[in-house]
């Protein structure tokens, strides 16, 4: 079952490990065994994240000699904030309207 681009790279940032992953790379290029270092984890347990992010277009994974240095394909992250953005603005007129709420009460209380 393969789900639609915006959901897998939903599923691939739900995993915090891999959203440190990603952290990482927003610095700049690095071989599997340097994204490994903070991690109480073995290589073959990063290289499962990193196939998820790859799979997701998260990421990008080169070749130079014997290192696999990966990169940030942002992409991605730029359709899910083109998402999110919009229910910015229901969220914002929502909090809008709690606030004319809230005031509204507070109104009511000092009338007492």
């Known amino acids: 079952m393969r789900a ?3 959901s897998n790279t939903l599923a691939a940032l739900a995993d915090p490990t891999r959203r440190d992953l990603l952290a990482r790379l927003a610095l ?3 071989t599997v065994t340097e994204l490994a270092k903070p991690f109480d984890m073995s290589l073959p347990g ?3 994240h990193l196939r998820v992010l790859r799979r997701a ?3 990008e994974q080169g070749r ?3 290192w696999r240095p990966c990169q940030l394909d942002p ?3 730029r359709k899910v904030a083109a998402w999110v953005e919009q ?3 229901f969220w914002e007129q929502s909090f809008d309207r709690l606030d004319d709420y809230l005031r509204e009460l507070q109104g009511t209380e000092e009338g007492q």
């Open 4 to 6: 639609d681009p915006l």
């Open 28 to 30: 700049g290029e690095a």
């Open 46 to 48: 990063i290289s499962k």
């Open 57 to 59: 277009g998260l990421i």
């Open 64 to 66: 130079r000699a014997q």
């Open 75 to 77: 992409e991605p992250l």
């Open 87 to 89: 229910y910015r603005r």
